[in-house]
């Protein structure tokens, strides 16, 4: 994908490499006219030059495209692939821990199957499957009360964490981000798996582990309100 100044770049060198094309058409049809008529004998050395210069031109433009841009574009859309792929696979293993957590936590209602897990992976099926209750063993607190131990599922998470901080801080790295609000949000979310990295058991680590779930996978905004969609997901289709 091309950044806003990248498209418009690339727009003027199209239209400067169809303004070379005609240029070069125009002193090659000159040049014939020349050659068979003979009526502009006094321009043959210009037309011979500028259609050699034009066609020089348009060859470099060409290959230019080749070496550069078509490898450098296949180069951005394979990080962006990769980070699509390895956030719905580190997506994946949070969630069969948090669905772990829950049923160690007293919840009998979740299963680790794939459709509980397709269900937990969009907002809404999140929060259905979350909000609410009012006891330890029910809703969301049955995964907290949990996770306020050095449990397995504990673990697995701050590593999943870690691997999506690896992740976005490869792409901010080596993928061309122009929107600052998207450069800010990717920043932020690394540096929060950053700190939850270093995260032992406890109360305050589990409420802060607990509220970036939530506000990843539940949708959760404290300052503009609830959302409706992934945001990881929203931030790698708009990069």
């Known amino acids: 994908m091309l950044t806003k100044i990248e498209r418009l770049i690339s727009r003027s060198l199209l239209t ?24 502009l004998r006094p321009f043959e050395s210009l037309f011979s030059v500028g259609s050699n210069f034009f066609l020089g031109i348009c060859i470099s433009f060409l290959f230019y495209y080749l070496v550069v841009v078509v490898p450098e574009n296949r180069r ?15 997506k994946e293993d949070i969630l069969y821990q ?3 957590a829950s049923q160690q936590g007293g919840r009998n209602d979740l299963t680790a199957d794939t459709e509980t897990l397709e269900k937990l992976s969009t907002v809404q099926g999140f929060r259905d499957a979350f909000v609410g209750g009012r006891e330890a063993d029910e ?3 049955a995964f907290r009360n949990h996770m306020s131990a050095d449990v397995p599922e504990f673990r ?9 901080a690896e992740q976005i801080d490869f792409v901010m790295h080596n993928y061309p981000i122009a929107d600052p609000e998207i450069f800010r949000v990717l920043n932020n979310l690394k540096h929060a798996f950053r700190h939850i ?3 032992g058991p406890g109360y305050d680590e589990e409420k802060a582990v607990s509220k970036l779930i939530w506000e990843i996978f539940g949708g959760s905004n404290w300052v503009d ?3 409706d969609y992934d945001l990881i997901e929203r931030m790698i289709t708009d990069v």
């Not at 169809?18 to 008529?37: A, G, H, P």
């Not at 859309?77 to 980070?83: G, T, Y």
């Not at 697995?156 to 999506?164: A, D, H, P, R, S």
């Open 76 to 90: 951005r859309e394979a990080i962006k692939s990769n980070l699509s792929f390895q956030y719905k696979r580190i």
């Open 197 to 199: 990295e270093f995260s």
């Open 139 to 141: 809703g969301f607190y």
């Open 156 to 164: 697995e998470i701050i590593f999943g964490f870690k691997m999506l």
């Open 16 to 39: 400067i490499f169809l303004s070379v094309v005609v240029f070069y058409l125009v002193f090659e049809t000159l040049d014939s006219i020349d050659q068979n008529v003979g009526t």
């Open 225 to 227: 309100g609830p959302r």
């Open 98 to 100: 948090v669905i772990f």
